[in-house]
């Protein structure tokens, strides 16, 4: 059971959370308590609104002459506009687990709030750096996904690699199932989270991007990886970095 | 004679420019340029990063306008999160923090220069302004180092030369402080000048 274990939780960091600040070890920490706390949701939803209204308190500068064109010029080039996250995102059942680098890492608070307010409902991708992105995702069955995982509530789990442990997991069974990691600076790059069942059925979560500065990850767990046992992160080549067993 | 997009709300122009149409797009970004590639700038202290930033940031609203609920603040502050946190990413990639830091506070609590900046300022801005100012200065600075450029405790604590927990209190502070101002906002006795002839 060493590798079952109850996270610190630091409320008094919420306004540095809610900055974008955090290193990743402790917004881990800070995610896994949030999930549990009404009081520090509210409180971060506030200081999330203070931050966004600092931040664009920036001076205005104006860019080089023909920046509009440049702008449009990049966007022809990208295709048309798409609802990343729709309104009603619960009900939407649309999935999109897995997102390109061009769309991690926006809306870390944004989102956040967004997360507390629909009691979470869809995946959620957390980039190298301090965002908290959502992709829009399925909204699970109330299934609990872990085998072993007796009367819901949530666990976490060391991520091993070939040298150690190089993270953890933190799996919330209630309600909606969901999954967060935190991984050390390691410079893995991008990462496909895998669940695996004992009769080998593989259901993959998504991509993300672990950075010399480390990554973190959160998602919800489909109802398609009921019964699912290991957790594990393969690299672009298909090779395993890390796994974790699950209760 | 349509109406003229001059006059378009934000949140109009917002919609046009995530639908596509061409000339409420240009008329959205010209609005927004230089608040948005100010914010950039501010983060990365460099036209070369803060461009391609600023770029980001308008195709990150362009693909997610849709999803902008004016409940959670106005589109330039939503525009302003976007954009500070793609330049955050792109400085934690680049460990570096070149901004002029004295010169964005001073820029910071002067306000904006031009007339006509100061008549677009939104009274949100000077909102926050007022709060940021009531502040104690050692609080403030940390907190605009923090939201606006990005720092961690630790480097607020390195560029202040301060210990680590001083500056984690005086962030933690100034954000509960900023807070509390902003639900029930302060009078800014510091702009009240006696009158010369």
């Known amino acids: 059971m060493t590798d079952i274990f109850q996270p610190p939780a630091h409320p008094e960091a919420l306004p540095e959370f809610a900055l974008g600040v955090l290193d990743p070890e402790e917004r881990t920490s800070m995610l896994a308590h949030l999930t549990h706390c009404a009081t520090c949701r509210e409180e971060l939803h506030e200081l999330s609104a203070v931050a966004d209204r600092v931040a664009a308190q920036a001076p205005p500068v104006e860019p080089q002459a023909g920046f509009e064109d440049r702008v449009l010029a990049r966007l022809d080039g990208v295709g048309a506009p798409r609802a990343l996250i729709p309104h009603g995102l619960a009900a939407s059942g649309v999935r999109r687990a897995s997102r390109t680098a061009a769309n991690r890492g926006d809306q870390r608070r944004f989102t956040w709030r967004q997360v507390a307010a629909v009691a979470a409902a869809a995946s959620i991708v957390v980039g190298a750096g301090t965002a908290i992105g959502m992709a829009a995702g399925s909204t699970s069955s109330n299934n609990p996904v872990a085998t072993g995982a007796t009367t819901g509530g949530w666990y976490a789990t060391l991520l091993v690699g070939p040298s150690g442990p190089v993270g953890k997991v933190f799996v919330d069974s209630d309600g909606h199932p969901w999954m967060s990691m935190g991984i050390s600076g390691s410079n893995l790059g991008t990462l496909r989270c895998e669940l695996v069942s004992p009769s080998g059925k593989v259901v993959t979560l998504g991509t993300f991007e672990v950075s010399s500065q480390g990554g973190y990850w959160a998602t919800y767990i489909p109802s398609a990886a009921d019964g699912a046992t290991i957790v594990r992160l393969v690299d672009t080549s298909g090779k395993m970095v890390a796994t974790a067993t699950m209760r | ?197």
Do not use: C
């Open chain 2, 1 to 197: 004679m349509g109406i003229p997009v001059s006059s378009l709300s934000d949140e109009a122009l917002l919609s046009g420019f995530a639908s596509g149409d061409r000339e409420l797009s240009v008329a959205f970004i010209r609005r927004f340029q230089s608040r948005v590639y100010g914010v950039a700038l501010a983060v990365l202290g460099d036209q070369t990063g803060a461009e391609d930033v600023a770029q980001q940031a308008f195709e990150r609203a362009w693909r997610h306008g849709s999803v902008y609920d004016a409940r959670r603040g106005s589109v330039g502050t939503w525009l302003a999160a976007i954009t500070r946190n793609l330049a955050i990413d792109s400085t934690r990639v680049k460990k570096a923090y070149p901004v002029e830091i004295g010169a964005l506070l001073a820029a910071m609590s002067a306000g904006p220069n031009d007339p006509e900046d100061k008549a677009l300022e939104s009274e949100s801005r000077r909102e926050v302004g007022r709060a940021l100012r009531q502040l104690p200065p050692e609080q403030a600075r940390a907190v605009v180092l923090a939201a606006m450029v990005g720092m961690s405790a630790s480097q607020v604590a390195a560029a202040e030369g301060i210990p680590l927990g001083t500056a984690k209190t005086r962030i933690r502070s100034a954000m509960r402080r900023l807070r509390d101002n902003l639900r029930d906002p302060v009078l800014d006795v510091r702009v009240v000048e006696p009158a010369s002839d």
